[in-house]
C-alpha cells in the first residue's frame, strides 16, 4: 500500500526521535510534531494496521523493517535537501522547511542525481 505524505512525516519522526531516544511513544511524536493526541493516535493506529509500526503493550513505538526503510529514505532527502540548499545560499530555517516539503514529492530519479551532484561538488570542494 502506498504511503501517504503525513505517514511519510511520522516515520521520520519516529526515526529521528530512536536516535535520541530509548523508547519512542505516542506523546513524543506529538510533541516533536506539534500535534494532538487524537491525531498521532489515528495516524499510529492506521501505520500499525499497514505494517509499519509496531507499539507494545507500554506504548513503546518501533518502526518495522518497510516503515525503517521509509524512514531512512525520507530522512536522507531531507538532509540532503536541506544542506543543498543552504550550500545555495538559502537560511537554515527557509532550507529544512523546503526540504520537508520536496522529500515527499521528489522522484527517485531526481534525488538520486541532486545526491549525485551534491557528493561530486563536496568532492571537487574537498580537493580544493
Do not use: N, W
Not at 500500500?1 to 521520520?12: D, F, N, V
Not at 492506521?46 to 521509509?70: C, F, H, M, N, P
Not at 545555495?88 to 522547511?97: H, N, Q, R
Amino acid at each position: 500500500m502506498a504511503i501517504h505524505e503525513s505517514g511519510q512525516m511520522y516515520l521520520e519522526t519516529i526515526y529521528i526521535l530512536s536516535k535520541t531516544k530509548s523508547l519512542v511513544r505516542a506523546i513524543d511524536v506529538g510533541e516533536h510534531l506539534e500535534y494532538s493526541k487524537p491525531s498521532v493516535s489515528r495516524a499510529l493506529s492506521i501505520l500499525k494496521k499497514d505494517g509499519y509500526v509496531l507499539v507494545d503493550s507500554d506504548g513503546a513505538i518501533k518502526l518495522t523493517k518497510t516503515g525503517l526503510e521509509i524512514a531512512q529514505t525520507m530522512y536522507t532527502r531531507h538532509t540532503v535537501l536541506s544542506e543543498m540548499l543552504m550550500r545555495l545560499g538559502v537560511d537554515e530555517k527557509t532550507a529544512t522547511e523546503d526540504a520537508c516539503r520536496i522529500e515527499h514529492v521528489i522522484s527517485a530519479a531526481s534525488f538520486s542525481a541532486i545526491q549525485q551532484h551534491v557528493k561530486q561538488s563536496l568532492e571537487k570542494k574537498a580537493k580544493e
